[in-house]
């Protein structure tokens, strides 16, 4: 991938998904020469588009991530290597003349596994990157937790992390690094809100508190979507409009929610993320998933899905009354149901489309 000799369309075990991925993005089909990865976006849609990488674009993201976390380094993988999270932890460990260490996932992630992988990870530097989900069963395990606060940085990515789970890392001593990006970007590109070098960050069309589309652009942004040729999201060369609101502040990129997963409830609209944020600071509550069901009277109604931590009873009158109290009545929930586990999708994000279809009416 780094040389360029052949294009690669990373699948997964799952056969289903497989064929979905060689009908969507035209495998066996005619490509351009530059191209030599070709990633699907994690499908938040259910409909996978595929971004196209070249050699140049990885090479500038794997660099840039050297240059940021400190100098070269081995890599853990502890993450889907067909999801670009997790294939760039390989290309980044590959392109740093490392043989990476690889986690066996096949029985899902397990954080004693995790700690021997670590210990035995090789290297002058020594990285890995994770998902909230498995961030939260590491700080649940001492022995991982000790392993981990030895290693050089430790990418926090794939899903927003919550406030309370970041304090509990940065307690722990735990070398996290907040990372933003994605397929097209040929993954994180933004670490604790600051770019990395080459890279720059647009607010389009900002509201009067700052907020507004984000647009991002710098080398390592893919060649746009394979077979797409005028997808608006790549109108401007160099440049990936996202789907996600945010804003700047002082250089500094805070991600607000997504435009696409607004919530309108009784004319007024609500982000989910901003009402998760509430929710997490909340001592019972271990996840959170905001989402909009269908409401005869409202249109949509505010709905929280949380997992509630060991051994604690959520407090639902507790959880409506702050988020009332900090963003409104109307971004109250109106249910808060408790699962013992989120469903997921691509690389550790909630996947939102199960929740509706499982919860809606």
């Known amino acids: 991938m780094l040389d360029g000799s052949t294009a690669i369309v990373p699948t997964s075990d799952d056969a289903r998904e497989t064929a979905l991925l060689r009908a969507a993005l035209a495998v066996g089909e005619p490509i351009a020469d530059e191209v030599s990865l070709v990633v699907s976006t994690s499908g938040s849609t259910g409909v996978p588009k595929g971004a196209q990488h070249t050699p140049a674009t990885l090479s500038a993201s794997a660099r840039a991530t050297a240059d940021r976390l400190g100098g070269p380094g081995n890599w853990l993988l502890a993450l889907a290597p067909h999801h670009i999270a997790g294939l760039q932890v390989l290309l980044r ?49 001492p022995r991982a937790t000790a392993a981990l606060r030895s290693a050089d940085g430790l990418l926090v990515g794939g ?32 670490y604790d809100g600051v770019p990395l070098d080459g890279v720059v960050i647009r607010i389009d069309e900002p509201s009067p508190d700052g907020v507004g589309r984000v647009v991002l652009g710098g080398p390592m942004v893919a060649h746009g979507y394979r077979n797409l040729p005028d997808h608006p999201a790549f ?32 004319g007024l609209t609500v982000v989910p993320q901003v009402v998760e944020a509430v929710i997490a600071e909340d001592p019972t509550v271990a996840e959170c998933v905001v989402v909009g069901l269908p409401d005869d009277r409202l249109g949509e109604k505010v709905v929280a899905v949380v997992v509630a931590r060991r051994g604690d009873p959520v407090d639902v009158n507790r959880i409506r009354g702050s988020v009332a109290e900090r963003l409104g009545r109307y971004a109250a929930p109106r249910e808060v149901i408790e699962v013992d586990e989120l469903p997921l999708r691509g690389p550790g994000k909630p996947d939102r489309r199960a929740l509706r279809r499982r919860f809606s009416p």
């Open 159 to 190: 899903a927003a992390t919550p406030a309370p789970l970041l304090r509990r890392a940065v307690d722990a001593g735990l070398p996290i690094v907040r990372t933003y990006g994605m397929s097209e970007t040929a993954g994180g590109c933004v």
């Open 93 to 141: 460990a590959f392109a740093s003349g490392f043989t990476p260490t690889v986690l066996d996932l096949t029985a899902g992630f397990d954080a004693e596994g995790f700690a021997e992988a670590l210990d035995r990870l090789d290297g002058p530097r020594r990285y890995t990157s994770l998902v909230p989900t498995q961030l939260i069963k590491v700080l649940d395990s």
């Open 235 to 266: 109108a401007e060369a160099g440049w990936f409009r996202t789907d996600d609101l945010g804003r700047l502040d002082d250089g500094v990129l805070s991600i607000v929610g997504r435009a696409d997963e607004a919530i309108l409830t009784g």
